[in-house]
């Protein structure tokens, strides 16, 4: 038996499971209806697919939000789970799911997954035939993994990087990356029964200011940490920006960058997806002027060429959408999408050029590292502040990139901190900043942060 | 100037966190951040540890009264004398009366206690506080 195979064994040795079946779980997937599959879903349309957000508590809920989503046209459904069990406190789930169940009300901000087995969830995703998209949040997400594809889920989004630096205090990054790792390996060993199963990371980070260069280099890295384990099929993304120039750049630099990266390792036979996300900030209370950004960012989307676009609600300043309002925002982007077909393609060469240079600086300063292996490399990079995101809770990230927006909209990077980018890069940005008289930096970004509301 | 600073409690409420550690900077000060989730003894370990001038706790989901309860048991452990305390955010949860909010934390043991004031605001007030203690 391999390694792999007896950590799995003992992984799904779980109080909270019945008993897991790897021999049926195997031959299910091996027959699974393709429709299942989002990596087959990309290689056989032309249309950007779109996918909510989403997730009740209970089955019958998650049931019928499904159903809504369906008759809004919905491409790809999503599943968000609940946060113990992102925190793998399943005890926690079990206790607020039946309370739940018996007084009709969320006590969950998502979908317990692991309690409600993958016998049970399975019937729900074989029966709509359509691709569901794992979202979660989950630093160790091993068995999580393992319910999920056991139930039809042939997604799933995170890394050890997107689903740390954001969402934990003090989670240690190593262990983040080695489980990690075994997620990427049942993903590829599944992959070779049927179609691919696809990985996906979460390009949106903080949601706060992030330079375009820190979040594509992030998303380069995570691509290569899956594909080197054998996953086929992956998904690099990033959110709105607030410019659109820096989301057509941003998606540019990615799409290019992304793919050199994968043949340079020698993942030719990899397919790299682009998702973009609706804007992940702070939304306005005047659901109008949210109106009126999903329906630009939607604009963006079609514009950059995205593979797949990631939707919002009207309503996400006041909390969790009714399933009427998210599947209203779905049908409303495919309408919006309908107009925007066959778009040209545009570009800012003296802006890509910068871009491209700066992911290639830091993936060179990452790469150069002398570990032996890439997560170690990585990891050097993040304690070593090669790495960082603003805005992030987590212990080990640097906190010594500063970002504020240009007059245009565009963040650019005005304390470097570590990042091992060249002086030619930073005076480039540095260059595009105006500073009013007397501004502070901070007032600045307070500003910047809202620039939506 | 040394000034410890953190959200207190668990409130991983971490943009506003990053700000005041920024605006700190600005203004000349020495941060020693310890982020989200700090709780009521690793702030005073820290002012211990760092020799800081001031401890600058902060709130933003407003959980901050149960958690600075025993900031005057605490203080009673260690001669403090020279050190600052400061607390700002959201320190109620829900609709508070904010005229009641500063005796309340004044009584907890904070010098200096801004509900929901603005951040340039309430640092300028630390800076008057520091000069004219002097």
């Given amino acids: 038996m391999s390694l792999l195979q007896r950590e799995r064994e003992i992984i799904v040795q779980n109080e909270f499971i019945d008993q897991f079946d790897f021999k049926e779980v195997e031959e299910f997937i091996k027959s699974a209806s393709k429709e299942l599959f989002i990596s087959h879903k990309f290689k056989t349309t032309n249309e950007m697919l779109v996918q909510p957000r989403g997730g009740f508590p209970t089955y019958d809920k998650v049931f019928q939000l499904y159903k809504e989503f369906k008759n809004s046209g919905v491409d790809v459904l999503p599943l968000t789970i609940d946060s113990n069990t992102r925190l793998n406190d399943y005890a926690t789930a079990k206790k607020m799911l039946a309370l739940s169940e018996e007084n009709d009300v969320d006590m969950l901000n998502g979908y317990p997954l692991i309690n409600h087995g993958y016998r049970t969830t399975r019937k729900m995703i074989t029966h709509y035939d359509t691709p569901v998209s794992l979202r979660h949040g989950t630093p160790d997400a091993r068995l999580l993994v393992e319910i999920a594809l056991a139930s039809g889920i042939f997604e799933i989004e995170g890394g050890p990087i997107t689903y740390l630096l954001p969402y934990s205090k003090n989670f240690p990054l190593d262990k983040a990356f080695l489980y990690w790792k075994y997620v990427e390996r049942v993903c590829a060993a599944y992959s070779e029964l049927n179609e691919p199963i696809n990985r996906e990371s979460f390009g949106p980070l903080s949601a706060t200011m992030q330079p375009p260069a820190i979040v594509l280099v992030i998303q380069i890295i995570e691509m290569l940490l899956s594909l080197e384990e054998g996953v086929k099929s992956f998904s690099v993304s990033f959110s709105q920006t607030g410019s659109m120039l820096q989301d057509v750049v941003s998606s540019n630099v990615l799409k290019k960058l992304s793919r050199k990266y994968a043949d340079r390792f020698g993942h030719n036979d990899a397919v790299i997806n682009l998702v973009y996300h609706q804007w992940m900030g702070a939304f306005p209370y005047n659901k109008h002027y949210s109106d009126s950004l999903i329906n630009t960012s939607t604009v963006i989307a079609a514009m950059v060429g995205a593979d797949k676009i990631i939707t919002k609600t009207r309503n996400e300043a006041f909390g969790i959408p009714t399933k009427e309002a998210n599947a209203l925002a779905v049908a409303n982007v495919k309408y919006t999408l309908n107009m925007l077909k066959g778009l040209p393609k545009i570009s800012d060469e003296a802006e890509e050029e910068n871009l491209t240079n700066m992911v290639n600086e830091i993936m060179e300063a990452v790469l150069n590292d002398s570990a032996d292996t890439l997560w170690r490399k990585v990891f050097n990079a993040i304690k070593k502040g090669h790495i960082e995101i603003p805005f992030s809770p987590h212990i080990i990230n640097a906190n010594k990139v500063i970002t504020v927006r240009d007059p245009d909209g565009n963040i650019r990077i005005h304390n470097k901190g570590k990042l091992p980018i060249s002086d030619k890069s930073f005076a480039f940005e540095r260059s595009k900043i105006r500073l009013k008289e007397n501004e502070r930096v901070v007032d600045k970004i307070i500003q910047d942060i809202g620039i939506m509301l | ?134």
């Fill in chain 2, 1 to 134: 100037m040394k000034v410890v600073t953190g959200v207190v409690g668990n409130d991983v409420h971490v943009v506003a966190n990053r700000l005041i550690d920024i605006s700190l900077q600005e203004r000349g000060f020495e941060v020693f951040n310890l982020g989200v989730n700090t709780y009521l003894e690793e702030f005073i370990d820290a002012v211990i540890e760092t020799d800081a001038d001031v401890l600058l706790v902060s709130s933003l989901n407003g959980e901050a009264e149960g958690w600075c309860r025993d900031l005057g048991i605490l203080k009673s452990k260690y001669d403090f004398s020279d050190v600052v305390f400061m607390i700002g955010g959201n320190l109620g949860v829900g609709e508070m009366n904010a005229e009641e909010l500063g005796p309340k934390y004044r009584n907890y043991g904070f010098d200096l206690v801004f509900h929901q004031v603005d951040l340039n605001e309430g640092l300028d007030q630390l800076e008057n506080y520091l000069k004219e203690r002097k």
